[in-house]
């Protein structure tokens, strides 16, 4: 690790540095940058890095992760790549073989929309492909999980609760007394070794800082609080987000930059819980999804962030579920104020069904939008997930990034890892080549949200450049397809291979720096 007090000298590079578009070295001492210019000029140093040509960015913020559960995915059970029920049974039969006979098995990641016949294994399958050991294995939305009945038996209310489906596939309340279950099955020093496993993933991916949404319903204190201490301990910052309806103060005593996150509005679109203005294209019975908020609700949480100066935030992804959040908003601001309620830098997390009315209310209100372009490169378009679940008019309209940042919406992207996983110039790319061309970005305006945006939207403003004097946080890149107007080429020349499959090879990072710390280094001679 680098000693920040020990000036470094790193020259013979591409610098993304607007205000010095000619700089090719730069020195850092004491944490900050302390020199920008031609390798020519350049001071003496107490250490000289050679960047051989390599790209040097502002490191990358991820605005949404939950690093447990990301953790916990990286080392365990994968099922992004199962087609079938039979699919993740096999997967789940070959990981089980290797756990005691009372472990329970936790694998994530399964995504029944794209398959020939959409429904995960049932409890009964499960059981047998697992043994009879407990089994909780999370949707790719992470807001339903496909059970076994050993889990099941584990959590006797979850009959009774809202979301309870006696195949096993559970959502809603349902699914967080299960979820509840199988998280105490890991102990604090797996949770721990999962933590810093998402962390070092982080740094090795030019991520310098994240943003953790943790909340009563999706992790516990003890969770956060210990991952809260990792921050910046030879990896990342993390930034905190507490999830707890009128919990301003509690948030602020567990350490949290802000009292949001995952408090949810409604659900997931994937799980058919997103709260929507119009049904789901693909249910039956007409349904849709649930909303957990009233307007009232949201209105007295902003009033109670506002009574502890605290940032706030709702979980909301349907147009219904954002209709009545920014209900809420304008509620407060009639008690408040519109001018204290912008100044509180609020947020919204993920917001993927919007119209112009709702992104007024973003302006009006100085939301900050946090967003994830992966969802649309996974699910947008006229052919997957959000097609069957919305129909192709409402799919090509989701996640409408593009348009958001055209009339001055704040922009924050991240993972929402393990939903997806974290790929920062993936996102960036993702932006740039949405499905809908109304809804894309340029490069530069993409790494802006991923980069300052993240610093921004947690109210850490000066941060997320190269300039003279700002913390020397940034990362070194490989760009095997070359560099255009200072940020690396992400997408093919050719028209007809761009879009969710672009074959253009990303970004490799080599190095990433925090203040001045080396937290991730590959093969920079020295």
């Known amino acids: ?8 000298l790193y020259r013979g590079g591409v610098l993304y540095c607007p205000a010095e578009p000619t700089a090719t070295a730069m020195l850092v001492r004491d944490g900050r940058i302390a020199w920008l210019g031609p390798d020519a000029a350049a001071p003496e140093a107490d250490r000289v890095v050679e960047l051989a040509g390599e790209l040097v960015t502002p490191a990358f913020v991820d605005a949404h992760v939950h690093a447990t559960d990301t953790g916990l995915a990286l080392g365990g059970l994968d099922l992004a790549g199962a087609r079938s029920a039979a699919q993740v049974c096999a997967a789940v039969e070959r990981f089980a073989a290797a756990l005691p006979s009372d472990a329970v098995v936790l694998g994530h990641g399964w ?54 489906d006696p195949s096993g596939w559970l959502r809603r309340d349902a699914h967080h007394a299960v979820r509840a279950v199988a998280r105490a099955s890991v102990t604090r020093s797996q949770r721990v070794a999962a933590q810093r496993q998402a962390l070092g993933r982080a740094a090795a991916l030019g991520i310098a800082a994240v943003h953790e949404c943790g909340g009563p319903e999706i992790s516990d204190e003890g969770d956060f609080t210990g991952l809260l201490a990792l921050s910046g301990v030879g990896g990342p ?78 979980h909301a992804i349907g147009d219904a579920a954002i209709g009545t959040v920014l209900a809420g908003f304008a509620a407060a601001a009639r008690m408040l104020g519109v001018d204290r309620v912008r100044a509180a830098r609020h947020r919204i997390e993920h917001a993927e069904i919007v119209d112009k009315r709702l992104i007024a209310g973003f302006v009006e ?7 994830q372009p992966a969802f649309d490169r996974l699910w947008g378009g006229a052919d997957r997930m959000y097609a069957s679940r919305l129909g192709v008019a409402r799919s090509l309209g989701s996640n409408p990034m593009g348009a958001m940042h055209g009339v001055g919406v704040a922009l924050a992207f991240g993972s929402d890892s393990p939903v997806t996983p974290l790929d920062p110039w993936g996102s960036v790319r993702a932006a740039v080549s949405h499905a809908s061309a109304a809804s894309r970005m340029s490069v530069r305006a993409a790494f802006a949200a991923h980069t300052r945006g993240g610093w921004r939207a947690a109210v ?43 074959p253009t090879p990303l970004p490799v990072c080599r190095r990433t720096v925090l203040r001045g710390q080396t937290i991730f280094e590959e093969g920079l001679r020295e």
């Open 460 to 502: 850490r403003d000066g941060e997320g450049v190269l300039a003279l004097g700002a913390p020397a946080t940034f990362a070194v890149w490989s760009t095997p397809a070359g560099v255009a107007g200072g940020l690396p080429v992400l997408v093919s020349a050719d028209p007809e291979e761009r879009g969710p499959d672009d």
């Open 365 to 371: 209100f100085g939301v900050v939008a946090s967003m």
């Open 1 to 8: 690790m680098t000693n920040p007090s020990i000036s470094t």
């Open 111 to 164: 995504d029944e929309s794209g398959w020939a016949v959409p429904r995960p294994p049932s409890a009964a399958e499960l059981d047998r492909a697992a043994g009879g050991r407990a089994v909780y294995l999370s949707q790719a939305s992470i807001h339903s999980a496909a059970c076994s009945t050993a889990l099941l038996a584990a959590a006797p209310e979850v009959a009774g609760a809202a979301g309870f």
């Open 237 to 314: 910052e993390v930034y905190g987000y507490w999830g707890e309806l009128m919990g301003a103060a509690r948030a602020r005593e567990l350490g949290a930059v802000g009292a949001g996150g995952d408090l949810f509005a409604d659900g997931a679109l994937g799980s058919r819980t997103a709260h929507l203005s119009q049904p789901y294209a693909d249910d039956p019975d007409g349904g849709r999804g649930h909303g957990y908020l009233t307007a009232e609700q949201v209105r007295d949480h902003l009033v109670d962030c506002a009574g502890q100066g605290m940032q706030g935030g709702f």
